[in-house]
């Protein structure tokens, strides 16, 4: 994600003085809300995990939780950047390529090949 979009997402917020709103508990239960408006697409779905015809509600409620991210990351003053990189490399070490290769389980489940 480029700071432009960043950008456009804060300056949304401010044009409309929500920041005040925007603190870190609050920001969290949005972002869990719309993590539920975005799994109640499928829900009901059966076997059917096809997203073609679901794909415009799929963007729009990512869209939403994206947002609030972005939002939540203001309001806690860190980059996203650099938490998401801090957390690759942390994922990294729990799931190294030759062990976790084609696997779903867990880390602490991984076993050595």
């Given at each position: 994600?480029?700071?432009?979009?960043?950008?456009?997402?804060?300056?949304?917020?401010?044009?409309?003085?929500?920041?005040?709103?925007?603190?870190?508990?609050?920001?969290?239960?949005?972002?869990?809300?719309?993590?539920?408006?975005?799994?109640?697409?499928f829900?009901?779905?059966?076997?059917?995990?096809?997203?073609?015809?679901?794909?415009?509600?799929?963007?729009?409620?990512?869209?939403?939780?994206?947002?609030?991210?972005?939002?939540?990351?203001?309001?806690?003053?860190?980059?996203?950047?650099?938490?998401?990189?801090?957390?690759?490399?942390?994922?990294?070490?729990k799931?190294?390529?030759?062990?976790?290769?084609?696997?779903?389980?867990?880390?602490?489940?991984?076993?050595?090949?």
């Amino acid at each position: 994600m480029t700071q432009e979009t960043i950008h456009e997402v804060l300056k949304f917020r401010d044009d409309r003085n929500w920041k005040q709103f925007h603190n870190p508990k609050d920001l969290a239960i949005s972002i869990s809300l719309e993590a539920a408006e975005l799994l109640e697409v499928f829900q009901w779905s059966a076997e059917d995990i096809i997203c073609e015809e679901k794909i415009d509600k799929i963007k729009e409620e990512l869209a939403d939780v994206v947002n609030y991210c972005i939002l939540m990351a203001d309001a806690c003053n860190l980059d996203l950047d650099e938490i998401v990189r801090a957390k690759v490399k942390r994922n990294n070490e729990k799931y190294p390529v030759e062990k976790a290769y084609g696997s779903k389980e867990k880390y602490t489940e991984l076993k050595g090949r």
